[in-house]
């Protein structure tokens, strides 16, 4: 820990010009700023091409659900690999594995049309049908991040990290409209082009292998391969906000990015370049939404800003799903989008802020498995809901159900608060 301090370096100045500026000038810092923006620009892409790619080789919707869901499952058993064994075998050694995988992904994701080998490479791949990152990276890269920064500056950091990569997803949605325009354009068939957004998926996947390769000896836990415990302390605490957490991802497994595109395509007749610039634009509103999440998170709480957040954002999905018409749906859809991710900051820094340092990867771990698991069995039901009406019943049961998991999450731990926020009420008490 003392090691990796030793790398941060402070600047008042860059927060006073911009709020978006980097609050470390950790160099492991910005190398994971990197390669998140990389990971989620494909994932971006890969998540709005999937369903479209899918239908367009002849696949039902149940079929298109069953992938997304294998997707989710295989994250989730690779991410509970890597929590039990990323201390012990190394947070970069595991983190360059996984984008040899991910590479492995792209290049067998374009080579075959056949369905029992793309639901395999989705169980034991790194794809990604939702706008969020859900991979087996973000739990590594969740452990190494507080070790480069104040605890004062934990979640600022956090916000930057998602902000970084909510920009990045962004981008890559609207980049996931360019095999319509070459279809059009040049005339180029749509699903070769398709085919060619997977293999440079692949392609970025080896851009990261070779950042993480430049990650320093300071992103790891003192004594690596030591044989305690991954969770140990707050194994209680971590176990209840993992079941917590699972409720909120079931949720979300309904309204994973694969299927609200869907939805826009059956529901709207939307073009796969229609549904980019959506996406893009949500994920703008989302970016920007993070830094505002982490100045709320500062005055009143993380938990509370995690739940009076969420809240509002599930009733918009609910409306967005009853709105008569393309352009109020996509109204409902952009300002949901702007509150439905101020809790991502805040939760990931709330579940480090609340465990031991040599407890962060196993609790990254934990609760990313949990929600992976949870939201793997919900797209299946979402394509066959979709298959059966073009109404909007994904959209409603996931906003029904996000806001009892924020009820529970209030009930629960509005009084675990992080040391920080103890600090900072005590001395207003005293005075």
């Not at 030793?6 to 700023?33: G, K, M």
């Not at 990604?128 to 990276?137: L, T």
């Not at 415990?229 to 176990?239: D, F, I, M, N, Y």
């Amino acid at each position: 820990m003392a090691a990796a301090v030793r790398h941060v370096r402070w600047s008042r100045e860059p927060l006073a010009v911009c709020e978006c500026a980097i609050v470390t000038t950790s160099p492991d810092a910005r190398l994971l700023l990197i390669t998140r923006t990389i990971r989620s620009f494909s994932d971006g892409f890969v998540s709005v091409l999937l369903a479209s790619y899918l239908a367009g080789i002849g696949f039902s919707d149940v079929r298109i659900g069953a992938i997304a869901t294998a997707t989710l499952l295989g994250t989730a058993i690779a991410t509970l690999l890597a929590g039990a064994y990323t201390d012990r075998l190394g947070r970069r050694r595991v983190l360059a594995y996984a984008t040899l995988l991910a590479a492995a992904t792209g290049l067998g994701l374009a080579s075959t049309e056949v369905f029992v080998l793309l639901l395999l490479i989705a169980i034991v791949g790194t794809l990604n049908p939702s706008a969020g990152d859900v991979s087996v990276f973000l739990p590594v890269e969740q452990a190494i991040l507080p070790q480069t920064v104040d605890p004062a500056q934990r979640t600022r950091l956090f916000a930057r990290y998602n902000l970084f990569g909510a920009l990045a997803a962004a981008t890559g949605a609207l980049f996931a409209g360019v095999p319509s325009l070459a279809h059009r354009a040049f005339e180029w068939d749509q699903i070769d082009v398709e085919r060619a957004m997977f293999v440079l998926y692949g392609a970025l996947a080896l851009v990261n292998f070779i950042l993480y390769r430049r990650l320093t000896a300071a992103v790891e836990v003192a004594g690596v391969g030591a044989v305690r415990a991954p969770l140990h302390r707050s194994r209680g605490t971590v176990l209840r906000l993992a079941g917590l957490f699972s409720i909120d991802a079931f949720a979300g497994g309904f309204v994973v990015q694969s299927i609200l595109a869907l939805w826009l395509f059956k529901r709207y007749g939307l073009s796969t370049g229609e549904a980019g610039a959506i996406f893009f634009a949500a994920g703008i509103c989302t970016a920007f939404s993070m830094l505002a999440a982490a100045r709320i998170a500062e005055r009143f709480g993380l938990i509370n800003t995690m739940v009076f957040t969420h809240l509002p954002s599930n009733i918009l999905l609910i409306l967005v799903a009853l709105m008569p018409n393309v352009w109020l749906a996509v109204l409902m859809l952009l300002a949901r989008q702007s509150l439905s991710q101020m809790d991502v900051p805040t939760r990931q820094s709330y579940t480090m802020a609340v465990v031991d340092p040599d407890e962060r990867a196993a609790a990254a771990s934990v609760t990313g498995v949990a929600r992976s698991l949870s939201s793997s069995g919900s797209p299946v039901i979402a394509g066959a809901l979709l298959a059966a009406t073009t109404f909007g019943w994904p959209l409603v049961i996931a906003g029904a159900m996000k806001s009892a998991y924020d009820l529970l999450l209030l009930q629960q731990f509005r009084s675990v608060k992080p040391a920080e926020e103890i600090v900072a009420v005590e001395p207003a008490k005293s005075r």
